[in-house]
């Protein structure tokens, strides 16, 4: 299983927010949003700090995505 913040993208476009405009806002640092982008693990209390600024749920902003098995 891997973490997909796809949604969180999405929620920036919606909102017409930019990526440095949400690093700014919710204090992120660079390596945070390059995490983001890669789709890895980051603190809880980060993605918290992302729905405060995006008056969202976690759901709203990530999710987990099962990967297909080899046949």
Not at 9 to 37: C, F, P, R, Y
């Amino acid at each position: 299983m891997t973490l997909s913040y796809k949604k969180l993208w999405h929620q920036l476009i919606d909102k017409e927010m930019t990526k440095t405009e949400l690093q700014k806002a919710a204090g992120l640092s660079w390596g945070t949003v390059a995490k983001l982008n890669r789709g890895e693990n980051v603190n809880t209390s980060i993605l918290m700090r992302i729905c405060a600024v995006l008056d969202c749920d976690i759901s709203e902003i990530m999710e987990i995505v099962r990967d297909k098995k080899a046949e």
